[in-house]
T-cell receptor, first 113, second 115 residues
Framework: DGGITQSPKYLFRKEGQNVTLSCEQN?????MYWYRQDPGQGLRLIYY???????QKGDIAEGYSVSREKKESFPLTVTSAQKNPTAFYLC????????????FGPGTRLTVT | AQSVAQPEDQVNVAEGNPLTVKCTYS??????LFWYVQYPNRGLQFLLK??????LVKGSYGFEAEFNKSQTSFHLKKPSALVSDSALYFC?????????????FGTGTRLQVTL
């Protein structure tokens, strides 16, 4: 997981509340990503960012928001509009370029009741 | 749009035996392919990648993968499995239409290695 931290590891929220997941990297990577993992569905891309103050929607952006005010940080907010927010959330980063792999953080398990 | 298929939800193998985890892909243009491993409640760890060159790619922990362009496959292999290899394995293909390294993942294959 080296170089990417996510906090907290476990998060519990009541339905209707917004919640923000933290992601920080010290790898000096330009690109950062948020994925959602559900059992049997693999990873699905929520948002990604190539540069500070710019980000793009992934495949399942509805109900989520992000910001990229610093190169090192890419927080994800799960809003009350997300209909099924309980999941394992993974943050990743990479060097820009076709051949570079992504490095993943340890993940945050969000449970909304 | 690119896609990845991992046809087996689970693969069972005895320790010391060779293992194969299958992956097929679909992408326009040159494929950029990756394998990751995930242990319970952890993030993904990079194992290996195919960008260009030799069809047999060697990676971490003794794993290797064979790229086959005609069969659009990128199967993960290891000559001798260990119990500690038991984990969830993901194949991924790169979106090569941009530089942001967007990856499309398969649904994962759970590898169970028994004594």
């Amino acid at each position: 997981d080296g170089g990417i931290t996510q906090s907290p590891k476990y998060l519990f929220r009541k339905e209707g509340q917004n919640v923000t997941l933290s992601c920080e990297q010290n790898l000096n990577h330009d690109a950062m990503y948020w994925y959602r993992q559900d059992p049997g569905q693999g990873l699905r891309l929520i948002y990604y960012s190539q540069i500070v103050n710019d980000f793009q929607k992934g495949d399942i952006a509805e109900g989520y928001s992000v910001s990229r005010e610093k190169k090192e940080s890419f927080p994800l907010t799960v809003t009350s509009a997300q209909k099924n927010p309980t999941a394992f959330y993974l943050c990743a980063s990479s060097i820009l370029g076709l051949s570079y792999e992504q490095y993943f953080g340890p993940g945050t398990r969000l449970t909304v009741t | 749009a690119q896609s990845v298929a991992q046809p087996e939800d689970q693969v069972n193998v005895a320790e010391g035996n060779p293992l194969t985890v299958k992956c097929t892909y679909s992408v326009s243009g040159n494929p950029y392919l990756f394998w990751y491993v995930q242990y319970p409640n952890r993030g993904l760890q990079f194992l290996l990648k195919y960008i260009t060159g030799d069809n047999l790619v060697k990676g971490s922990y003794g794993f290797e993968a064979e790229f086959n362009k005609s069969q659009t496959s990128f199967h993960l292999k290891k000559p001798s499995a260990l119990v500690s290899d038991s984990a969830l394995y993901f194949c991924a293909v790169r979106d090569n239409t941009g530089t942001a390294s967007k990856l499309t993942f398969g649904t994962g294959t759970r590898l169970q290695v028994t004594l």
